[in-house]
């Protein structure tokens, strides 16, 4: 399982699945206030990105992947 | 389900394939009428345009299914097998193996393959279409129309785009970006909804899209409220600038060109002035000399991950060193050529430790300007921190260009961290090449058989030179020996297992992907993936499993609505559950579809003339059913790229015989269909049963004996030349092996004049076989019969025994 759910975030981490897409979106869901770490990050499937996206959770930490961060920082649609 | 895992299957599969139908269109061009022959290359590429399908690699597939249509035409003998088809099925087997090759090293087929597959596909149409003879104005014409067509298409994005620039680029790329790279590509990618679907990744393409300089993301419509999101599907708008050749973009995007808008702003130019007049100021390209000072550092990082890897050859460290010079030669500034000098210095003896040290200290700056961007800072630490730097996806283009802005410092800063997390975690296991574990079993083999022959050693001093005490000991010795040698033999074997799941992996995604396309909603159950068996047994199961599925999928379940009228689920269901029954494994496939239709299968197999038609009347529905088993059943009317070709279950069967397995076909109509397929555990040792008939011995397969009984010659029946006799209230036909091998002898009756008669299950039916002699059960490695006893089918091969005898080995089933 790259995702680890914790008390006050998801720890995404290494190679992220498009499996783990509706997990992780049902999970933010049901936050209060969804956060998410993507410090130990390689690789986000577009799936995941695009849920991301959507909910826009706190990001806790860095985001290693340049592209990643690029992407999170883009105004919100 | 782990797809390189898939990826590297079918690579190793497709190779297998491929070397077989080489060798079967060689035979076959010798003897163009053999009719199995022509079965087994058609299956050959059956499976393989089958296996071709779990993956996208389109020109292969076109290649192949074009291939398998002009075989099928060939098998059913509508044409006739001449020199161009051979020709060109050969040259279409070539062009598949140069795809495979390139599969294994790319993971992808390279666009301009497109091209040459419409080329070789077309060229095997046009002798479908013309009857085998090539026209007179050849093939080649039709195919370079073909790569016309092609090369249109591909010019296409490039050129309609002209000078109007796309509110997109606008609002996603801000303009001094735009400023900054006159001579850059910006594209954007509008992925599929349904991408996710297919295995895609849109954001993984766009980020390794060739060149990159700045990727945004954004959505193709508004985006949806949380609640009502549906995260399977793609609303992703990527838009990206890439400082590279059109062509390279469109290459990068070739499986979805439909969803790509490309501009190039060069030609953008002239309807900006602003951005017009700033180019010729900007740094557009970087100069010829720095190009090649940034690529002869790659060229010595590549060296510095040569020198790292484990296992190094010899003779490698001095080409590193020669490579070394002649770059810092091609860099040819002063601080180069001094370090050049230097590396001569170096001792020739000097370790590939040693080399990489003095290679990391001494590497030229990247800019001999003293350029000061984030790039400057790769790290240097050691030869390990620069492997992640070559590892990771998108090495140069990074540190090249330094408008990559907040790509730059962020990327360097994270290359060092992960290489030694990685280097910390171990895996303790052995990887060992199969033959080496064949070999083993091949040890163990000859073992068992050379410690067989020591209870002959006992036997022989006791009756021969009367040392009753030496037998004794003997027999002891035997006894310990016996232990560790099955002992041993349990451990290889041990080895060898593999769990089933492995092949049922694969199936997740086929159900999938079929169930889809048919429109069926299926629901796949999997029980027991964890049972163990034989790799060689597994790997044999493989494509007659994926058969069976096919057909389930196509033939059984039925489709929603269907269902739905009938009272069942609108979901279908198919189980495989696999499990272990004694000493073989038992894999039953189960779905809740429609079942088989006896009545319609007696009239298909009547209409293809596989049976007479007062035969299949007299048939029972359960017998009925077992006729798609027949070569060249189909109850198809039209061919599709799932079935319909008749080779489904024929393939079944005989992969599951070759194995020493036998399938059992059950079908209810109108409730489903069930397929339980019985393997042995393992094909490496044979346990049989040694029976005498005219004072010679003769092996009869353990699995096949039901009984051994006596039968006093007074309970036997004659009728006519039939003889019978009945056990436990069922009535057994009898046959003499003696006459069943043209013996001499008749068979011995015992002093209380009785018949030893040995009962063998056959196909579901008891036959007992009256022999001589009984002796024990013996394991045994059979060999298969060679040569030109190969044609001999009433004995399954033969074995070596302790006492240095050759054991025949019958196979009942065909001498009976």
Same mark, same amino acid.
């Given at each position: 399982?790259?995702?680890?759910?914790?008390?006050?975030?998801?720890?995404?981490?290494?190679?992220?699945?498009?499996?783990?897409?509706?997990?992780?979106?049902?999970?933010?869901?049901?936050?209060?206030?969804?956060?998410?770490?993507?410090?130990?990050?390689?690789?986000?499937?577009?799936?995941?990105?695009?849920?991301?996206?959507?909910?826009?959770?706190?990001?806790?930490?860095?985001?290693?992947?340049?592209?990643?961060?690029?992407?999170?920082?883009?105004?919100?649609? | 389900?782990?797809?390189?895992?898939?990826?590297?299957?079918?690579?190793?599969?497709?190779?297998?394939?491929?070397?077989?139908?080489?060798?079967?269109?060689? %035979?076959?061009?010798?003897?163009?009428?053999?009719?199995?022959?022509?079965?087994?290359?058609?299956?050959?590429?059956?499976?393989?345009?089958?296996?071709?399908?779990?993956?996208?690699?389109?020109?292969?597939?076109?290649?192949?299914?074009?291939?398998?249509?002009?075989?099928?035409?060939?098998?059913?003998?509508?044409?006739?097998?001449?020199?161009?088809?051979?020709?060109?099925?050969?040259?279409?087997?070539?062009?598949?193996?140069?795809?495979?090759? %390139?599969?294994?090293?790319?993971?992808?087929?390279?666009?301009?393959?497109?091209?040459?597959?419409?080329?070789?596909?077309?060229?095997?149409?046009?002798?479908?279409?013309?009857?085998?003879?090539?026209?007179?104005?050849?093939?080649?014409?039709?195919?370079?129309?073909?790569?016309?067509?092609?090369?249109?298409?591909?010019?296409?994005?490039?050129?309609?785009?002209?000078?109007?620039?796309?509110?997109?680029?606008?609002?996603?790329?801000?303009?001094?970006?735009?400023?900054?790279?006159?001579?850059?590509?910006?594209?954007?990618?509008?992925?599929?909804?349904?991408?996710?679907?297919?295995?895609?990744?849109?954001?993984?393409?766009?980020?390794?899209?060739?060149?990159?300089?700045?990727?945004?993301?954004?959505?193709?419509?508004?985006?949806?409220?949380?609640?009502?999101?549906?995260?399977?599907?793609?609303?992703? %708008?990527?838009?990206?600038?890439?400082?590279?050749?059109?062509?390279?973009?469109?290459?990068?995007?070739?499986?979805?060109?439909?969803?790509?808008?490309?501009?190039?702003?060069?030609?953008?130019?002239?309807?900006?002035?602003?951005? =017009?007049?700033?180019?010729?100021?900007?740094?557009?390209?970087?100069?010829?000399?720095?190009?090649?000072?940034?690529?002869?550092?790659?060229?010595?990082?590549?060296?510095?991950?040569?020198?790292?890897?484990?296992?190094?050859?010899?003779?490698?460290?001095?080409?590193?060193?020669?490579?070394?010079?002649?770059?810092?030669?091609?860099?040819?500034?002063?601080?180069?050529?001094?370090?050049?000098?230097?590396?001569?210095?170096?001792?020739?003896?000097?370790?590939?430790?040693?080399?990489?040290?003095?290679?990391?200290?001494?590497?030229?700056?990247?800019?001999?300007?003293?350029?000061?961007?984030?790039?400057?800072?790769?790290?240097?630490?050691?030869?390990?921190?620069?492997?992640?730097?070559?590892?990771?996806?998108?090495?140069?283009?990074?540190?090249?260009?330094?408008?990559?802005?907040?790509?730059?410092?962020?990327?360097?800063?994270?290359?060092?961290?992960?290489?030694?997390?990685?280097?910390?975690?171990?895996?303790?296991?052995?990887?060992?090449?199969?033959?080496?574990?064949?070999?083993?079993?091949?040890?163990?083999?000859?073992?068992?058989?050379?410690?067989?022959?020591?209870?002959?050693?006992?036997?022989?001093?006791?009756?021969?030179?009367?040392?009753?005490?030496?037998?004794?000991?003997?027999?002891?010795?035997?006894?310990?020996?016996?232990?560790?040698?099955?002992?041993?033999?349990?451990?290889?074997?041990?080895?060898?297992?593999?769990?089933?799941?492995?092949?049922?992996?694969?199936?997740?995604?086929?159900?999938?992907?079929?169930?889809?396309?048919? =429109?069926?909603?299926?629901?796949?159950?999997?029980?027991?993936?964890?049972?163990?068996?034989?790799?060689?047994?597994?790997?044999?199961?493989?494509?007659?499993?994926?058969?069976?599925?096919?057909?389930?999928?196509?033939?059984?379940?039925?489709?929603?609505?269907?269902?739905?009228?009938?009272?069942?689920?609108?979901?279908?269901?198919?189980?495989?559950?696999?499990?272990?029954?004694?000493?073989?494994?038992?894999?039953?496939?189960?779905?809740?579809?429609?079942?088989?239709?006896?009545?319609?299968?007696?009239?298909?197999?009547?209409?293809?003339?596989?049976?007479?038609?007062?035969?299949?009347?007299?048939?029972?529905?359960?017998?009925?059913?077992?006729?798609?088993?027949?070569?060249?059943?189909?109850?198809?009317?039209?061919?599709?790229?799932?079935?319909?070709?008749?080779?489904?279950?024929?393939?079944?069967?005989?992969?599951?015989?070759?194995?020493?397995?036998?399938?059992?076909?059950?079908?209810?109509?109108?409730?489903?269909?069930?397929?339980?397929?019985?393997?042995?555990?393992?094909?490496?040792?044979?346990?049989?049963?040694?029976?005498?008939?005219?004072?010679?011995?003769?092996?009869?397969?353990?699995?096949?004996?039901?009984?051994?009984?006596?039968?006093?010659?007074?309970?036997?029946?004659?009728?006519?030349?039939?003889?019978?006799?009945?056990?436990?209230?069922?009535?057994?036909?009898?046959?003499?092996?003696?006459?069943?091998?043209?013996?001499?002898?008749?068979?011995?009756?015992?002093?209380?004049?009785?018949?030893?008669?040995?009962?063998?299950?056959?196909? =579901?039916?008891?036959?007992?076989?009256?022999?001589?002699?009984?002796?024990?059960?013996?394991?045994?490695?059979?060999?298969?019969?060679?040569?030109?006893?190969?044609?001999?089918?009433?004995?399954?091969?033969?074995?070596?025994?302790?006492?240095?005898?050759?054991?025949?080995?019958?196979?009942?089933?065909?001498?009976?």
């Amino acid at each position: 399982m790259a995702i680890r759910y914790l008390k006050k975030h998801a720890a995404l981490e290494d190679i992220v699945t498009v499996e783990d897409a509706e997990t992780l979106l049902e999970w933010l869901k049901k936050q209060t206030k969804p956060a998410v770490n993507l410090s130990k990050c390689k690789h986000l499937h577009a799936a995941i990105l695009q849920v991301l996206l959507v909910i826009r959770p706190q990001i806790v930490g860095e985001v290693p992947d340049p592209w990643i961060a690029l992407a999170l920082q883009s105004p919100a649609a | 389900m782990n797809q390189t895992e898939l990826l590297d299957q079918f690579i190793q599969e497709a190779r297998e394939c491929l070397e077989q139908v080489g060798q079967r269109l060689l %035979e076959v061009e010798k003897s163009p009428t053999d009719a199995e022959l022509l079965n087994d290359l058609f299956r050959l590429v059956h499976t393989l345009k089958g296996n071709c399908g779990l993956f996208e690699f389109k020109p292969l597939e076109r290649v192949v299914h074009a291939g398998e249509d002009l075989l099928d035409r060939v098998r059913n003998g509508t044409l006739a097998y001449n020199d161009h088809i051979a020709d060109a099925l050969l040259e279409a087997m070539d062009f598949t193996v140069q795809m495979v090759d %390139e599969i294994e090293q790319t993971s992808q087929i390279d666009s301009q393959a497109d091209g040459r597959s419409s080329a070789v596909a077309a060229r095997l149409r046009t002798l479908l279409q013309n009857g085998g003879k090539l026209p007179g104005t050849p093939a080649p014409a039709q195919a370079a129309a073909t790569a016309a067509n092609i090369v249109a298409c591909a010019a296409a994005p490039e050129t309609t785009p002209a000078a109007v620039a796309p509110a997109w680029l606008a609002t996603a790329l801000s303009a001094e970006l735009i400023k900054a790279h006159p001579n850059a590509v910006a594209w954007r990618y509008r992925p599929d909804a349904e991408c996710f679907f297919k295995g895609e990744d849109p954001w993984l393409l766009a980020k390794q899209a060739p060149a990159i300089l700045h990727l945004s993301i954004g959505s193709q419509s508004e985006w949806p409220s949380a609640a009502e999101i549906d995260c399977y599907q793609c609303m992703l %708008e990527l838009i990206g600038l890439s400082d590279a050749p059109v062509a390279y973009v469109n290459e990068h995007f070739r499986c979805m060109p439909e969803q790509l808008e490309v501009v190039e702003l060069s030609l953008l130019a002239p309807a900006k002035p602003d951005a =017009g007049t700033a180019a010729p100021q900007a740094p557009a390209k970087p100069p010829a000399h720095a190009t090649m000072r940034k690529r002869a550092l790659q060229l010595w990082d590549d060296q510095m991950a040569l020198l790292a890897r484990p296992g190094l050859a010899t003779g490698t460290l001095s080409a590193v060193r020669m490579a070394l010079r002649g770059l810092l030669m091609a860099i040819g500034d002063e601080p180069a050529l001094r370090t050049a000098a230097e590396l001569q210095t170096l001792p020739g003896t000097a370790s590939a430790v040693a080399v990489v040290t003095w290679a990391t200290l001494h590497r030229p700056v990247e800019h001999a300007e003293g350029d000061t961007t984030a790039c400057a800072a790769m790290p240097t630490g050691s030869a390990a921190d620069l492997d992640p730097v070559l590892n990771s996806p998108y090495p140069a283009y990074l540190g090249a260009s330094g408008a990559a802005g907040t790509g730059g410092p962020d990327a360097s800063r994270r290359n060092g961290a992960p290489a030694n997390n990685e280097e910390s975690g171990h895996q303790k296991v052995l990887k060992v090449g199969q033959e080496k574990i064949d070999r083993l079993m091949d040890l163990i083999g000859e073992m068992v058989v050379a410690k067989n022959a020591l209870p002959y050693l006992a036997q022989r001093a006791e009756t021969v030179f009367q040392q009753r005490e030496l037998a004794r000991e003997i027999k002891a010795q035997y006894a310990v020996i016996n232990r560790i040698a099955e002992d041993m033999q349990h451990a290889i074997m041990q080895v060898r297992m593999m769990p089933v799941g492995t092949v049922f992996q694969r199936f997740g995604r086929l159900v999938r992907d079929l169930s889809k396309k048919l =429109g069926k909603d299926v629901q796949l159950v999997i029980e027991g993936e964890e049972t163990e068996a034989d790799k060689n047994i597994i790997e044999a199961l493989a494509d007659p499993l994926i058969h069976i599925l096919r057909n389930s999928l196509d033939h059984g379940i039925e489709l929603p609505e269907i269902r739905r009228q009938l009272g069942k689920t609108p979901q279908g269901t198919i189980r495989v559950a696999a499990r272990q029954e004694s000493d073989r494994v038992v894999i039953e496939i189960n779905d809740d579809g429609a079942g088989i239709d006896p009545q319609r299968i007696r009239n298909k197999a009547i209409e293809r003339g596989l049976i007479p038609a007062d035969k299949a009347g007299s048939l029972s529905d359960n017998d009925a059913v077992q006729l798609i088993f027949l070569p060249g059943f189909s109850t198809a009317d039209t061919i599709s790229d799932l079935s319909g070709r008749g080779v489904g279950m024929d393939v079944v069967r005989t992969a599951v015989e070759r194995i020493n397995g036998h399938c059992e076909l059950s079908s209810t109509h109108g409730r489903g269909t069930r397929l339980r397929l019985s393997l042995p555990l393992s094909m490496a040792v044979t346990n049989v049963m040694i029976i005498e008939a005219g004072s010679r011995r003769f092996g009869v397969p353990m699995d096949m004996i039901v009984e051994t009984v006596r039968v006093h010659h007074d309970d036997i029946h004659h009728f006519k030349q039939a003889r019978t006799t009945v056990l436990r209230g069922r009535i057994v036909p009898l046959r003499s092996l003696h006459d069943l091998l043209a013996l001499d002898d008749k068979p011995h009756l015992n002093e209380e004049g009785e018949h030893a008669v040995l009962v063998v299950r056959l196909g =579901g039916e008891n036959v007992g076989l009256l022999v001589d002699h009984f002796h024990g059960a013996t394991d045994i490695i059979l060999k298969p019969l060679e040569g030109v006893l190969a044609g001999l089918t009433g004995f399954a091969g033969t074995a070596l025994m302790g006492d240095g005898s050759v054991l025949m080995v019958l196979n009942p089933k065909e001498l009976v």
